[in-house]
């Protein structure tokens, strides 16, 4: 099993910087993704940038290129979001998610994915 305990949100002005933490403990071992997740009132949970435990690999949601920065810490098992040029419509709660293998199907994984418990950003005009 695995617990995530996030932490860094709050309240910030437009064009303002916020840098959300990820902590993960338990069964930490076998971890090939870790990601931040967001999801606003009345709208879908999407992704906002996700890291693999390997390489690195980063992908972002369009909406938040060149403004948010995923980084790791596989040691430690950290995952951060640093989010600089804030804007209204990042407004939502922001979830870490940690995707773990279970077991393999030759070179694929079957995973699980475990969710902390969701930290609020607003963003004020």
């Known amino acids: 099993q695995v617990q995530l305990v996030e932490s860094g949100g709050g309240l910030v002005q437009a064009g303002g910087s916020l840098r959300l933490s990820c902590a993960a403990s338990g069964r930490i071992f076998s971890i090939q993704a870790m990601g931040w997740y967001r999801q606003a009132p009345g709208k879908q949970r999407g992704l906002v940038a996700s890291?693999?435990?390997?390489?690195?690999?980063?992908n972002y949601a369009d909406s938040v290129k060149g403004r948010f920065t995923i980084s790791r810490d596989n040691a430690k098992n950290t995952v951060d979001l640093q989010m600089n040029s804030l804007k209204p419509d990042d407004t939502a709660v922001y979830y870490c998610k940690f995707e773990r293998v279970r077991a393999w199907n030759g070179l694929t994984g079957v995973t699980k994915d475990y969710w902390g418990q969701g930290t609020q950003v607003t963003v004020s005009s």
């Open positions: 890291i693999t435990s390997g390489g690195g690999t980063t």
